[in-house]
């Protein structure tokens, strides 16, 4: 009888542990993402209105792994912190760089990329990532980015005028009229956003990748609340599955070319 009441409890013990491991892999049903959703090849509506690019799909697998559906959340880039801190979504991912000052408010998870910034103008216009090349220009950058950071501290004291835009197809709409004469941007999102396009055929990558400058590491990753350790936990470790399966390099492979962008290795 004894025996009998061992094996009933540790079966109860066994059922118990089972439902709360159940209840850990099901914790988080659905994962709300808070994206600036004009920012192709990372994250935009495709023609049928549905959210497309390689942060889409990545966070995508990542719900996956956690058993979880993404719910996309639309908002201006340099709402995000804001809006993650008024609990609209659950997480940031919007190719946004994991910055010191950042991190001073919100937490980030293992990087998942790193990206190239770079100055792009007219063909021809001789202009150059430089403060003597720039002065007396107006130049355009995505409001909150780390190419406004950097080109504020950089050349906003040398007679550069930068004007700073909430939406990046505000940025290509006025350097196609000629309101900018140069925008600084992430590299793919120029190539994708706008120099394969036709109203950026006139225009071209000027001067080197800007690097040297600890603004521009541009390693990317989510954003959590500092309170959300357990889901940033969950998702670091859907990353490192991911990425020893190959899946992210798969996901990277339909966006970019070889070397556009550089993925992070699993810990």
């Known amino acids: ?14 059922s118990v542990l089972g439902m709360g491991n159940l ?9 709300r993402i808070g994206v600036e959703a004009t920012y192709p090849p990372f994250e935009y509506r495709n023609a049928q209105g549905d959210m497309e690019g390689f942060d889409v799909d990545v966070a995508n697998a990542i719900c996956g792994k956690l058993n979880a559906k993404c719910v996309w959340v639309e908002q201006s880039f340099d709402g995000l912190i804001p809006a993650l801190q008024a609990r609209k979504f659950d997480v940031i991912h919007s190719s946004m760089t994991a910055t010191e000052a950042r991190a ?18 007219k063909k021809g216009s001789g ?16 409001q909150g980015t780390t190419q406004e950071t950097y080109a504020k501290k950089a050349w906003g004291k040398g007679g550069v005028q930068i004007v700073s835009y909430q939406d990046q197809s505000q940025t290509y709409a006025d350097l196609r009229a000629g309101r900018l004469d140069a925008a600084l941007l992430e590299k793919p999102n120029a190539i994708a956003g706008f120099l ?8 071209e990558f000027v001067g080197e990748v800007l690097s040297g400058d600890p603004i521009l590491t541009n390693e990317i990753a989510m954003g959590l609340r500092k309170s959300d350790v357990k889901l940033k936990d969950a998702i670091n470790k ?9 899946t992210i ?12 962008i550089g993925l992070m290795q699993a810990k």
């Open 104 to 121: 001073k408010v919100i937490n980030f998870t293992d990087p998942l990329y790193a990206i190239p910034t770079q100055l792009i103008a």
């Open 196 to 203: 394969v396009t036709p109203e950026g055929r006139d225009f």
């Open 23 to 31: 209840a850990t892999a099901n914790e988080w049903k659905e994962i």
């Open 127 to 142: 202009t150059l990532p430089t403060a003597e090349s720039l002065k007396g220009k107006r130049l355009g950058v995505l």
């Open 249 to 260: 390099a798969e996901i990277a492979g339909k966006y970019f070319q070889p070397g556009e």
């Open 1 to 14: 009888m004894k025996i009998r009441k061992i094996l009933i409890a540790a079966g109860l013990a066994c």
């Open 238 to 246: 859907a990353i490192n599955e991911l990425v020893t399966e190959g």
